[in-house]
């Protein structure tokens, strides 16, 4: 089974760029898929990010597309989440899961980490 672990948060200023890492455990993990998701406060977690078992293809939310970039680095057994030009409504915590292979927007597992606060101010 894959465990994740979530860094990088921050509390940063509208419009700046934060990093976010998801590390994996498991030598298993070059199979998956893996996403990006976050909740806001009184808000359902919603997807974010996804990228493929090779980095070779990304999905993105409508809201994030041409800010985020999702990567990998599976020799690191590592997940990253590169967030530019960030809004206020970006506030929430981030987490990383495996990603549903046919909706490439849902996650697979259903135990999650703790996250990584993300707060942007205005």
């Known amino acids: 089974q894959v465990q994740l672990v979530e860094s990088g948060g921050g509390l940063v200023q509208a419009g700046g760029s934060l990093r976010l890492s998801c590390v994996a455990s498991g030598r298993t993990f070059s199979s998956y898929a893996m996403g990006w998701f976050r909740q806001a406060p009184g808000k359902e977690r919603e997807f974010v990010a996804s990228?493929?078992?090779?980095?070779?293809?990304?999905n993105y939310a409508d809201s994030v597309k041409g800010r985020f970039t999702i990567s990998r680095d599976n020799a690191k057994n590592t997940v990253y989440l590169q967030m530019s030009s960030l809004k206020p409504e970006d506030t929430a915590v981030y987490y990383c899961?495996?990603?549903?292979?046919?909706?490439?927007?849902?996650?697979?597992?259903?135990?999650w980490g703790q996250g990584t606060q993300v707060t942007v101010s205005s």
């Open positions: 899961n495996v990603v549903n292979a046919i909706t490439w927007s849902t996650p697979a597992l259903t135990s």
């Open positions: 990228i493929n078992w090779s980095g070779g293809r990304t």
